[in-house]
Each structure stands twice: as structure tokens, then as C-alpha cells.
């Protein structure tokens, strides 16, 4: 069983960044694929970003290809969100997952762990 704790979440302005975090425990963490996703009021979960168990491989949504880094630190558990040029359609909470089904899912249903999720608020 593998526990999420996201973090890093806030209030920003169109165009700034934000990080964002996620500690994994209770699992071996280099042995799954991570993956963000987010959820704004009133719409579906929607994939964001993965990445590898050894982090050589990423794969983006479009809607975020260019501005949001995914990246992890196997040595610290944990898996991280670099976001930029934030726009207010980014505004979602925002929820890391793991996997081990594969990798470049963007499919929230072939994600067995989640977090609780961190809100970003982008004002225009």
C-alpha cells in the first residue's frame, strides 16, 4: 500500500510558478510510475503529466507541454510538479498518482494510489 501526500499548492497570478510536491511512503517507490492529474469544479479528472520509475521518461498533455516539468527523486520518495507560465485554466486540484501497469498512462483508472490532492488558484 502506497500513501500520497501532495503539497505545494496556492494562490498565484497568471504567469508565475508554483512546485509542487508529492512524498510517497509505505511502498517501493522506484518501482511505480507517477503521474499528476487535476480536477477543476465541475469538469472530469484530467491527466497532466507521468513519469518513468527511473524518471528517463515523461510524457505531457498538451494543454501543459512546455510550461509544467514533471520529475522525481527516488531518494527522497518523492515526485514533483515544476508549473509555469501559469494561466487561469490551470486553476484545479491538482492530485499525484502511482502505477505500475505501465508507463505513459494518461488514464486516471490505471492509477491504483492517490494523494488528497493540493489546490492552485490562478488569478487573471
Known amino acids: 500500500q502506497v500513501q500520497l501526500v501532495e503539497s505545494g499548492g496556492g494562490l498565484v497570478q497568471a504567469g508565475g510558478s508554483l512546485r509542487l510536491s508529492c512524498a510517497a511512503s509505505?511502498?517501493?517507490?522506484?518501482?511505480?510510475?507517477m503521474g499528476w492529474f487535476r480536477q477543476a469544479p465541475g469538469k472530469e479528472r484530467e491527466f497532466v503529466a507521468t513519469?518513468?520509475?527511473?524518471?528517463?521518461?515523461?510524457y505531457y498533455a498538451d494543454s501543459v507541454k512546455g510550461r509544467f516539468t514533471i520529475s522525481r527523486d527516488n531518494a527522497k520518495n518523492t515526485v514533483y510538479l515544476q508549473t509555469t507560465s501559469l494561466k487561469p485554466d490551470d486553476t484545479a486540484v491538482y492530485y499525484c498518482?502511482?502505477?505500475?501497469?505501465?508507463?505513459?498512462?494518461?488514464?486516471?483508472?490505471?492509477?491504483?494510489?492517490w494523494g488528497q490532492g493540493t489546490q492552485v488558484t490562478v488569478s487573471s
Open positions: 498518482a502511482a502505477t505500475n501497469r505501465g508507463l505513459k498512462l494518461a488514464v486516471a483508472s490505471l492509477y491504483d494510489y
Open positions: 509505505g511502498g517501493t517507490f522506484s518501482s511505480y510510475a
Open positions: 513519469i518513468s520509475w527511473s524518471g528517463g521518461s515523461t
